[in-house]
Each structure stands twice: as C-alpha cells, then as structure tokens.
C-alpha cells in the first residue's frame, strides 16, 4: 500500500454552543486530517503538511504540471509546447489575465493531442514534428516543452528532443519536467524554475544598474506586476525582469544582472530565487505586495537593502533611496486612507474566511482584513507548509480555524460554524459560498482587478464591499431565518 | 489583435493541434455521472485531472462540483494504483456517504494497466462497499476519443446495472446526450405532457441547475437514482439522443437487456424536434397533445417573422458532432447557410452526415472531424462568415474577425443562462431563433448608417 492509502474512521466535529441556534450539520472529517487542521488556543500548534492528499478526498488541490504551467504560462513570446494527450493543453488554454505589454504568444494553445499509438510507440518523432513546425511559424524566443503524466510513463526522452530541435532551430528549447503524478504543485513550481535557470545567465548585462531587481512571484494579473513596477521606478531601481508577470525571454537571459530578487508567493519562485544566490551571488529577498503594511515593509526593505549595499548609489540629489520610498509610501497612503474609511465604515465587524492556494497570501489577507475592521476566522491554503501554519497561527484571533487541503466539506462546515459574511478563494471555491449565500471575492487566478500595491488594497476593500454589503444575501434562507423577527426577538 | 499568429494560407500539419476544440474524455465522464441521483464521481489518476475538470464543470455550469481523485504518487504510477482505488472508495463511502461512486480512469491509470473492474469486485468482495450501494466504472483514456467519448463512455457505465426481469414496466428510456440541465427539464416535461413515463439518464437537472439554498449539499436533490438505472433494463425501448454521446449505451441495454433501441439526433430545431417528438409517440403509442403542437406552431410562426433576416447568412460553427448537425439541420431549415464546421472529436460520419444535410446549398461546405480553431479562424479568413456558433473559446476569433457570436456547447465561461433557459425542443428552438436574430439585428443597427439606421425592423 501506498503512502496515501491508510485506514480511516470518520469524526463527528462538534459545533461550538454560541452558534447551536443555528440548524448547522455536523461535519464528518477524516481521521487521518485532523492533524491538518488547527482550532488557535485549543492545545499546542501541531500540523502536518505538505503531505499528500487521502486517496477519495474531495481536494482542491492540484498537480505538477500545473504548478509548472501556471509559473511559466505569464512568458509571453515563449512557446508553450504541451506534449501530450489534448486535456493538459485545453485545461490551461488562456486559463489567467497574466497581460502581457507586447506579445501574446502565451494565450494560444499547443497540443501534440498524443493519441493510442503515440503512446505505444512513443511520442518523440510527434514531438519533434510537431517544433519543427511551430518554432519557423511563430518565431518565439524559445520554446517550453512540458512534460505530462503519460510521457513520463512511456519514458519519450524529453531532454533529448528538446536539444536536437534547439540545435535545429538555434533557440532554447527547454524541458520542463512536470509529468503530473510526480507530486502536487510545489514539485511543479520547482521544475518550473529548474526550467527558467537554463535561461538565467545568458544575456547581456553590461547596462543593468547595480540599483536593480527581478520582481518575482508576481504573475501581472490584471497588471499588477505593473504597480510594482511603478514603485520600483519612482523609488529609482531599475526592474530586468518580470519572473513571470509580463515575462520576456531575454529579460530571464539577463535576470542575473540584478542586484536584488523580490520574491512574492509561497514556493512558485522561490526556488530560481536560491539558483540565482548560490549561482550568482544574487540576494533575494521576501516580499508581499498584498495589503498595507506588507506592501510598506517590502518597499522599506528594497530601500534599506540598497541603502546599505549601494550606499554611493542610493543617495541622490534628491535624498536617499529611503527618504524617496518614504515619500512615496506616504503619498500612497494619503490618497487610499480616507477612502478604505469609508468602506470600513460598513464591514466593521464583518467576519472572513480565506482558502488560498500558497500561505503567504493567507497572512497577507489576515492583515488586509484588520484595515477593514474585519477578523479572519477561517484560514488555509493547498500548500502551506508547516511553519508557515504556525506564523498564522500566532497572527490570528483564538477560535480562528487553521486548516491544510481542505475539501468542500469541511470549508462549508467551518463558514456555516463561524457564520462568515465573505469567502476568499479560488474558481472551485467560488459557488460553495454562494450557495451558501456567502459574499465572495476571487483572490486568485482570475481574478480580474489588480489587488496588489495600495491601490490594489483599495479594489480589494471595493471587492470585499460589493460582495458582502449585497443586498441578495438577505434573501439566502439560513439568514431569512436569522433576521426573522423570531430570532432577533424584535416582535416581542 | 490576440490572434494576429493565425496565417490566412493553410497549410499541413500532423503532428500538432492548435487552439483545440476539443479536450479530453474524463471531463465527459465527470458530467455524465453528476447526473446520477447521490453519485460521487471519482477520477482514477493523478489530482491535477480532477481539479482542472472540477473547475471546468464549475466555471460552465456556475455550481459546486464535487468528485474525489485517487491522488496518484510516484509510488501509484510504478506500482499500479490498486491500492489507491480500493482506499479511495472506503474512505468516500465513510465520509461523504455518496449512493453511488462513479469510477473513470486517466490517461496515467489507463496506461499503467488498471483493471479497474477487477479492482471494483475486489473492493465489493471485501466490504467496504457498504449494502445497496454501489460502484460504477467506466474506462476514459484521455489520448482516445475526446470529452465527448467520456461521456458516452459513462452513460454506457450506467447501463451496466440494469437488469432484465423479464417484464416490462412500460417505461421509455431516453438518454439526452451532453446538454444542459435544463435541456434534460425540458424533455421531461415534453414527455410528461405527452403522458410517456421516461427515464432520463444522465439527469444533471436539480444537480446543477439548483437554486440557492443556503446549505452546501455534496449530493443535491437531482439526478437518475440507481433504482431507475437497474429498471432501465425492463424498458419498453431506448430513445438515444445523438450518436456521438448517447448510441452505445442505448446498444448496450440492447444487447444486454433486449431493450429495443433507437439512435436520433438531439432534438435542437424543428426537424430533430419533430422527430423525437414523433418516436416518442409511436414507442409509447400515446398521441401528440394541443400543448405541443401549439408550441411547434410558435415556432414555425417566429421563423415566418424573421426569415428574411435568417436568408443566406454565412455560419461558422464549432463544437461536438451531435449538436453540430442539429445545428447544422435548423440553420439549413431557416434558410442559413453553415459554411464552416469543426469538431475536434473523431468520426468520420459526422463529415458524411454534414455533407448530406447541405447538399443542396450552392457552394462547398468546410467540414473537419478531429480539427481545431485554428483551422477554423484560417477558414474564415479565407472566406467570411456573418455568425459564428459555438462555445467560449470561439470568443477570441469573433473579436478579431468582428463575428456576431452566438455562444452555445460546452463549455460557457462567460455568460450565464444556458443552465437555465432550454435549447432542446420547441421551446428551445425560439430561445435560439431569438437569440440568432438578436445578434444578427444587433449587427445590423450598429453598421446600418444614421440614414440607414430604423426604428422599426
């Protein structure tokens, strides 16, 4: 038996009183999970994670090639070549609103559509065919092969094709190594930036500035790496490259000329981010640009990092890199303070609950929240690991439920317990609340208006707003019975 | 423009598929079995399957999808996934109590060699199938076929269960074929109207057409029970809706049941209508109430109001073969011309049956089985069309091209309604009518000159 495969028993999660007016059904949760979910003040921190999912678990979670597709997807005059059967291909076909400022070669879709013989015979001639008539018609700048389950199995020698075709052609053509039963999406993360490295290191740096960065982590949804990039401007660094939002090729060939990594979210770039410091001696830092403090802190770190490492460069006539990124943070601030006021002024009191893919997020959100006078009390992403559990943990209310992999069982469970007025998920998250006539806001792949930076903190709250002050959730009927005269006690 | 990639000269290509329109079997399978009363559908592969068609369902049909996944490892995909199925069934059956599991392979599984029926019976012998209820299977490879395989795939799963008592229980069965929720609504209740007791299966209405209710239920109301599948097998005789999604589990039940059977097409527009219509009255010897003529007569009214509008427009459709050609016979019968087709699934009948129905028009037909829209954007560069059908991903062309684009298949990502308002039927005919004209009067009054430009059309 696999790793996966254990014995379980269900367990009857008994709702806390302040809550039993309430018809709420009792949620059975597997046995095997209960040590991925964590109730904050109710005994020690212990979690399990990273681990993989129960065989029959209804999870949200997903799979290598996925991971890998979603880091790389945002290259914008790469080739996207998914070698093997159609599915792979269609699923991620123009999948996010990663926008790109010049080509949009990322949002066709390409399909060696492997069929019955292919995977009896092998697929490495279709492969090949199959380069040799895309790269002359498109012309990319280099080309990603990804790799899915079935090739792994048939044992195509992807590495090998790959470098015949890049010698044909004389552009990279690149492997990527995520055949989808390898792991969940962290391994997919990972060969993405094993992928992206064979780039890293090719280009020309002579005119990048030693007051520079690589913003990474950051997928330019709804133009986001745009914002940031804004801020790196005003504060005087150059960006080489976006890894990925609004990613080019050569700007990944010359990434190593930076002097600085920004690197956003849990795992997806994390690991280039350490290539590039034990290859090039590239320092990297951790950033969030989600919410008020997290995106104050990272500015303030970049500045203080360049202050002390460029001193002779940071300094301007102007003033100090420091003073600039002050001056811009208080600007910021100026204009978004008055106007999340007045949004607070109706979410006060207004209870969350946030399942996001990487943790980072999580804490991120938890904070955003407090600026809307609103409290966390559900949280958990796909793959925390850990500690990151524990840091959440230690920045969230008692009674806040921290889970790991959730299924939709225990998600609707915990928001029906804790009666929150808006969910922060993803596409599969999205109609669970709202049968249970909870608001809704999609803080992930499609999500449609930039929620990074402070004018990010400003949709967000706008978001937030829109969702839970709708006037349709006074229609759902768990809550028609909450607000019935009966239960308010204002017929009496 | 987001397509400026696409060349207007084609040319060969054989080992590569661009913009598909097609994607791949278990996503069929995973909708078919929704459309069972208590089913959970499981997939037998790797996590990523089963999220990318959870959220596929999820973003068409604007509902929670729940299935399980066997969530393959390494250690799975060397050793075979045995022991990953037989814990994913106990585990299901413990914590989410389904009725019914619902098993399709993947690619993954598929070519590891999984006997999944093997598995099954051992899962059964041994117990953690707890009484009554039940574990379905069929088997999906991804790299055969298409989504539309899958789901014929499972229908015929379902017919496995059904038993021949040896009596007939004057029941007809009808299997629907990949269409809304409120499609299947909208046959039974022609069938009520006309007094024919059906069973309709897969039945996704109630499943994932449901109403806000304020609990999230694993396992709505919705759905052909088990008990309704077993006693398919005593039906008078099997209506199959379409070819591609729905003839083989008709055959099945055939063979297995001696149910006799008989394959139309799915019932979009006047003629197909009609003749679902008409082998319902004549399998259940009932007659043809006022109700639906009067319908019928709604119908051929709309068009008499509009067909001047309708004359010679140029069509682009894309999609699966069995709505194509409904579609394809409504278009002709109100006088449109379909120009260009491409399905991606397989089947050479379906060029062999295009062909037939536009054999009278005055220029060639473009038809491709196993095309994508790549191939489609390179036809209607090369010769315009005035409309083009077909699901979201069409989206993209009819921006660039400029095309009134009338979205309808599987799947809808960015509009709403398709899982309420019926296409099937009478009914479902002026819903298209309506639409069809609006797009096209739409065009009209946008490109008409101020002088031009009416009040009255």
Redesign the interface.
Known sequence: MTETAKAITPEIIACPEESAALPIEHAAIFEERKDQIHRIGEGAFSMACNRDSLAGAVSQRACVFCGSRVVLYPIADALHLVHGPIGCAAYTWDIRGSLSSGPELHRLSFSTDLQELDVVFGGEKKLAKALDELIPRYEPKAAFVYSTCIVGLIGDDLAAVCKAASQRHGIPVIPVQSEGFKGNKREGYLAACKAMRTLVGTGDISDISKLSVNIMGDFNLAGETWIIKDYLTRMGIQTVAGITGDGRVDDLRRAHGAGLNIVQCSGSTQDLAKMMRDDFGIPFLRVSWIGIEDVAESLYAIAEHFELTQPELATGPDGGIVERTAALVRDELAALMPQLKELRRDLEGKRAAVYVGGSFKAFSLVKAFRHLGMEVVIVGSQTGTEEDYRELAAICAPGTIVVDDANPLELSAFIKEKDVDIFVGGVKERPIAFKLGVGFCDHNHERKIALEGFVGMLNFAKEVHASVMSPIWQFVPRRELRNSPVNTGEEA | M????T?KEITE????????A??????GAMYAALGIHGC?P?SH????????????L??HY????????????????V?GGQ??????????F???EPEVIAVHT???SE??GDDIKQIRDKAEKSGVVPNGKHVIFCNT????G?HVTGFSNMVKGMTEVATNTGKKNGKVNVIPGWVEPADMEEIKRLAALMNVPITLFPDTSGVLN?P???????FPEGGVTMKELRESGDAIGTLALGEWCSADAARSLDTRCKVPCKVLDMAFGLKATDRFIDALRIIAGTSVPEEINRERGQLVDMISDAHQYFYQKKVALFGDPDQLIAMTEFLVSIDMWPTHLVT?TPGKKFEKRISELTAHLPYEVNVKTGGDMFLLHQWIKNSPVDLLIGNT?GK?IARDEDIPFLRWGFPILDRMGHQYFPTVGYKGGLRLLEKILGLLLDRKDRDDSEIQFELTL
């Open positions: 987001l397509l400026r990639h060349p290509r054989s080992a590569l598929v661009i913009n598909p097609k994607t791949c079997q278990p996503i959970l499981h592969g790797s996590q990523g399957c089963c999220a990318y068609h959870r959220s596929a999820t973003k604007k509902e929670p999808i729940n299935a399980a996944t066997s969530s393959f490892t390494e250690g799975a995909s050793f022991a990953n199925l037989l814990q994913a069934i106990e585990n299901i413990t914590v989410y993947t690619c993954l070519t590891i490879p991804s790299y055969i298409s449901g806000l209710s304020g609990e999230f239920k694993m991606g991903y993209h």
